[in-house]
């Protein structure tokens, strides 16, 4: 059985060894590390300056995946706006020795749940990088649909240009969803 915790800093040791080349890190990271690969201490040092002592209030929430196996996944939750009404999801990331077994869709449940029920978002947001399928497959499977971007963000990464694609679930749309797998 799949359950989330709160993120321990023993835990990016295990999470970084599922980057496994650069293109993987990026498509997990992005930019906001200048350098690969990083440390577990790097990793730590930036949720640490996200963060504060009061981090219930403050909006910042990187939790851990786990099972009877250990930790099998990983991912934040942040508000991004004053109102704390949107969550944003990011540093999504599942073991890959696990991919394809459903812990991704599960673990994204998970987090859905903690957003809607316990942080009381009206709407999840998260960026999926083009290039990422995989990941936007999983995302769309759970409920998640693109959103419409007048200028997408784009990232240079590995030599390339990485295109995101915005995707975005409310409350109503994950509530109806629910609903209708729990008819079958």
């Known amino acids: 059985m799949l359950r989330l915790r709160p993120y321990r800093q023993s835990d990016a040791k295990i999470i970084l060894s599922w980057c496994r080349d650069e293109a ?8 906001r590390y200048p350098q690969y690969p990083i440390e577990p201490d ?16 403050e909006g910042f929430y990187p939790m851990t ?4 196996s250990g930790v099998v996944g990983h991912l934040i939750l942040r508000y991004t706006d004053a109102a704390l009404t949107t969550v944003r999801f990011g540093y999504v990331i599942v073991d890959d020795t696990k991919r394809g077994r ?37 995302y769309r499977a ?18 390339e240009r990485w295109v995101v694609q915005e ?6 749309a994950f509530r109806a969803n629910e ?3 729990n008819e079958f």
Request: charged fraction near 25%; proline fraction near 2%; aromatic fraction near 8%.
């Open 167 to 172: 995707m975005a679930l409310t409350r109503a």
């Open 42 to 57: 790097d990793m730590n040092r930036l949720y640490q300056a996200c963060t504060p002592e009061s981090s219930l209030q």
């Open 102 to 138: 459903g812990v991704g869709r599960e673990m994204l449940r998970l987090a859905l749940k903690y957003a809607f029920d316990l942080l009381q978002a009206e709407k999840v947001t998260l960026g999926v990088f083009e290039n990422n399928e995989q990941a936007a497959r999983c």
């Open 65 to 68: 995946a786990f099972d009877e």
């Open 142 to 159: 759970v409920g998640f649909e693109q959103v419409a971007q007048e200028k997408p963000e784009v990232c240079e990464l590995c030599g």
């Open 179 to 181: 609903i209708k797998q």
């Open 24 to 31: 993987a890190f990026r498509r997990w990271s992005a930019d």
